[in-house]
């Protein structure tokens, strides 16, 4: 799944960049993370989503050779302390790879007032500097996501559930094995207490997530309509994972 504005992004389809489709076998160590691992991930966040398409079509994360402007590094880091104190959040190699994660009913009262402070924060960037087409992309975005779970005739069960907000590799560690050893860490935990579980995927990173147990439920095309984008339409997935006893382990 997580600027531009990734503060609304972010709520609504999760952030993965994994090119991970035959991983090679990596021994890694996955560790919660930290905030002293902040700078890193945040600098590994925006070169792993610089040539992502759904990115790209909202506008978050400038492209490929392009630096973040200083407001949006400063609300990735707040952002990433956020999620540290909300969420569970994985780490390889210290903000080399991320997964976040949101479980039901946990620290319900602090998220709400840490969004809501990096609401405030994000609202003259909205409201000033963004282009129109970037909002009216980012209302599409917010639409599309709820109708999605309308669709897939989820949307009174994911309260229930646990969302994967977010998980990328850095450019130099894709292909290792590293979106695999925090899925899996995931994984684990997930049939141990018996969540079901669910993303926003792009199609493109389907095959990892099915084998980890997911599947594709409906799927939601982004751009087909929209004269302004002059690239192909893409497609977003919305996958689930039930929990799982005695599952093969993968990669």
Request: contains cysteine; aromatic residues 10%.
């Amino acid at each position: 799944m997580i600027i531009g504005n990734q503060e609304e992004s972010d709520a609504s389809f999760a952030r993965q960049a994994l090119i991970e489709t035959r991983p090679r076998l990596t021994r890694v160590t996955v560790e919660p993370f930290r905030l002293t691992d902040i700078p890193a991930a945040v600098d590994n966040y925006y070169i792993a989503f610089s040539n992502d398409i759904f990115n790209r079509y909202i506008g978050s994360i400038p492209g490929p050779g392009r630096s973040p402007s200083s407001y949006r590094k400063a609300y990735s880091m707040l952002r990433f302390a956020s999620r540290s104190a909300t969420k569970l959040m994985l780490t390889i190699d210290h903000g080399a790879a991320i997964l976040a994660a949101s479980f039901p009913n946990r620290n319900t009262f602090l998220e709400k007032f840490l969004e809501g402070l990096l609401k405030i924060f994000s609202m003259p960037h909205k409201l000033i500097v963004m282009p129109i087409e970037q909002r009216k992309r980012l209302e599409e975005m917010e639409m599309k996501a709820k109708q999605s779970a309308k669709d897939a005739d989820i949307e009174k069960r994911v309260k229930d559930w646990v969302y994967v907000d977010t998980l990328f590799v850095a450019k130099g560690n894709q292909g290792s094995g590293y979106g695999s050893a925090l899925m899996k860490t995931l994984t684990d935990q997930l049939d141990s207490s018996g969540y079901t579980c669910w993303l926003h995927a792009l199609a493109s990173n389907e095959g990892f997530y099915i084998r980890h147990g997911f599947q594709t439920i409906v799927s939601v095309t982004f751009g087909q309509d929209n004269p302004e984008w002059h690239e192909d339409p893409f497609v977003m997935n919305v996958m689930i994972r039930e929990p799982k006893s005695g599952m093969a382990e993968e990669d």
